[in-house]
């Protein structure tokens, strides 16, 4: 039986991420009052990209801000090591604006409800919208993506990874069974 696969490739990326961003601008009637958050790492790079393509067609910047969640996980207290913080750079207001967030994984849902919590320490956004590539499943938390590239139902003794070129050198997603 095989280690590890392919559920996506650079090509079936692209398109996945194309779709999501005429979701995104369907259902927000546009780009007015629009502004995407990544969460550091993977989410940030989705998030620009998305917006990039969007700024192709609709001939517009849409502000964009990067999150980063540690401070706000629950499982802090029972990390092994000290947590390496990232930056948190969000340099416009949210107040007010329809704020998506970015994830490259929805899994138990613990990482989007610490990544709210910290959102809502900017400011009080107009409605918060989640956009993710992978659902796994598995939920722990009532949380639901707004904008999902590809559910992929997995096991719990399997690992859902995320490659895109800008960290790893090469865009894909896998799905590994864990040992």
């Not at 029972?78 to 604006?97: C, E, H, W």
């Not at 139902?153 to 859902?160: D, I, K, Q, R």
Request: cysteine-free; glycine content about 8%.
């Amino acid at each position: 039986m095989e280690k590890s696969r392919i559920v996506m490739d650079r090509q079936g990326l692209d398109r996945t991420l194309k779709r999501i961003a005429y979701e995104i601008l369907e259902k927000n009637q546009g780009v007015e009052g629009l502004a995407f958050v990544g969460i550091r790492t993977r989410g940030v790079f989705l998030a620009q990209r998305i917006r990039d393509k969007i700024g192709q067609t609709e001939k517009i910047e849409i502000p964009i801000g990067i999150l980063d969640i540690t401070l706000y996980r629950d499982d802090l207290k029972s990390a092994q090591s000290r947590p390496v913080l990232g930056k948190t750079d969000i340099p416009f207001s949210i107040d007010g604006q329809k704020v998506v967030l970015f994830d490259d994984v929805l899994f138990t849902g613990r990482t989007i409800r610490a990544a709210m919590d910290a959102l809502i320490d900017f400011g009080r956004p107009k409605m918060i919208q989640l956009a993710v590539l992978i659902d796994r499943g598995h939920r722990e938390l009532p949380i639901t993506a707004d904008f999902v590239g590809k559910s992929l139902p997995s096991s719990l003794w399997e690992a859902v990874s995320v490659h895109l070129t800008e960290k790893d050198g090469i865009d894909e997603v896998i799905i590994e069974k864990n040992e």
